[in-house]
């Protein structure tokens, strides 16, 4: 049975935090909103890009504007700064959503909670954001560690933490966390040296942590944002259209994952599938990657959206 998402009309996404910025491009339109290098007082600004991801998500509908914040970045106050930079309020945030448990998506957690002055607002995950003992086995020799978000300290914090690995409505029914995304397609097999331990034993991590946050914009269709797509973002849409019952795709945003050499072989299939998804507008960040992005936008020229750190994206009916 399909959840119902409530239809808005106009769905912003204000990327706090990004892999690139060019306060050079000039090529804003209506609906790609770069940053300004100068503020009021003429003063130069910077709007800084690591490799994370972090954005507010601002959905309005007869009038009322809720905002939800999407993961939030790599560095302890990357993101915040930026945030700070851009004017975002954050006091009108109202929910949380970590998109999964890597620290290029929850190092300013911590920061944007103290930020927010210890009020009780809730952070929708997957229990599975927890895990510890993570790492990249890059080689034998080699292990990236990949810490996991500290839930004690969260907690005493005053953050309501919320594990679901179902569909969890969120913004009064607006927005919608997916939950756990199941992996049906034949090419998105994941981060194949992706690894955990438990009771001492060497485990492959599926990541099903891995998440995203869907909108629907009246007489569009869904827009759906991903943090990283470990589950596929071919799986991550389909299982959009599933959930909520709404098949027109208006936009496709967010990290791809598809670079390095493990992930190249399926950019051709993974843009295929997103061609038969016909959204309006594709927007590629973060781990995607330079050859995804350039075959992608070379793909669907007309769809193809250039996001990065700062830039507001406005997706109206």
């Known amino acids: 049975m399909a959840i119902l998402l409530k239809p808005v009309d106009k769905v912003e ?6 892999n690139f910025i060019d306060i050079a491009a000039h090529d804003g339109t209506a609906i790609v909103q770069r940053p300004a290098s100068v503020d009021a007082s003429g003063n130069r600004v910077s709007v800084l890009a690591e490799h994370g991801f972090s954005a507010v998500v601002s959905l309005t509908a007869e009038g009322q504007t809720r905002k939800a914040l999407f993961d939030f970045g790599f560095s302890e106050k990357g993101a915040l ?9 954050l006091a009108e945030i109202e929910a949380m959503v970590l998109s999964h448990g890597h620290m290029d998506h929850h190092g300013g957690l911590s920061a944007f909670v103290e930020s927010l002055g210890g009020k009780r607002i809730e952070l929708v995950l997957h229990p599975a954001a927890f895990r510890g003992s993570r790492y990249i086995k890059l080689s ?35 927005l919608l966390f997916l939950g756990e995304i199941p992996r049906r397609t034949d090419f998105e097999k994941g981060m194949l040296k992706a690894r955990y331990e438990e009771g001492g034993a060497e485990k492959f991590d599926p990541i099903e942590d ?20 470990h ?41 295929e599938a997103l061609k038969a998804f016909n959204p309006r507008y594709i ?3 973060h781990c995607t990657g330079r050859k995804a992005s350039v075959h992608i936008e070379r793909e669907m020229p007309e769809k193809f959206l250039l996001n990065m750190s700062g830039t507001k994206m406005v997706f109206a009916a």
């Open 13 to 18: 996404i204000l990327t706090l935090q990004d």
């Open 81 to 89: 700064q930026n945030a700070r930079t851009l004017g975002a309020d």
């Open 140 to 174: 034998e020799e080699r292990r990236l560690r990949l810490p996991a978000p500290d839930r004690d300290r969260l907690e005493k914090a005053g953050v309501r933490v919320v594990p679901s690995a179902a569909p969890h409505p969120l913004l009064n029914g607006a």
């Open 210 to 229: 891995d998440s995203a946050v869907v909108a629907h914009v009246k007489g569009q269709g869904l827009v759906v944002l991903s943090g990283c797509a």
């Open 231 to 271: 589950s596929g973002i071919v799986n991550t849409v389909a299982y959009a259209r599933e959930v909520t019952g709404v098949d027109p795709v208006f936009v496709v945003m967010g990290g791809f994952h598809l670079t390095g050499a493990d992930f190249e072989p399926i950019i051709g299939d993974t843009t």
């Open 283 to 285: 927007v590629p960040t």
